[in-house]
């Protein structure tokens, strides 16, 4: 007849290697995956194109509506998504600015930590207070803007721009795709993991 004491060490031995099993087979299986080249996450997760390293925007060169020069500071502390636009009011620009709002609408209860601004959309005020109210619409001043649009990557007449409260240029997102919620998804990232704005 089994000694008690020997079947009971035995079955504690095969229960705690159960448990040690249940425990690395999962980081054995990570890392045959990744360092076996089968798969590897993707580098980030953002939906849009990030600006690395990411650029402090310099605002010398624009102008209010009515030509007084841009304060920096009006555009800091909240997270901005920046159109900027070819002067010309079309389709395309009106389809970026709804998009934007509606992105901003779709955040809720954050919305208010994002401002939308406009630069160069050549839009009438009139239509910008009816279609599109809240948005800050800027020009940029004719000896300056060149350099103030360099900052920009990318095709800036379809884009949108996201710029941290700090005016850090981060990422940009394709305006004329606004069927999909990829802006969307990086704004609520960016908000969730941000304190600051």
Known sequence: MPDPHSVARSRGRRNLL???AVFLL?????FALYYGGIWKPSASSAKGELILPPRT??????????GEALDAETLQGKWALIYIGSGACDDATKTALTYG???R???????DRVQRVAIGSGCEREYLEREQPGLLAFETAADQGAEFLKQFPGDQARSLYIV??????MMRH???RVINKDLLTDLKKLLKLSHIG
Do not use: F
């Open 18 to 20: 159960i448990v040690g």
């Open 26 to 30: 999962p980081v054995i299986a990570s």
């Open 57 to 66: 925007l310099e605002y010398s060169g624009l102008r209010h509506a009515g």
């Open 101 to 103: 709002r509606q992105t």
């Open 105 to 111: 609408l779709a955040l809720g209860k954050e919305m």
């Open 164 to 169: 941290d409260p700090h005016q850090n240029l």
């Open 174 to 176: 394709d305006a004329t």
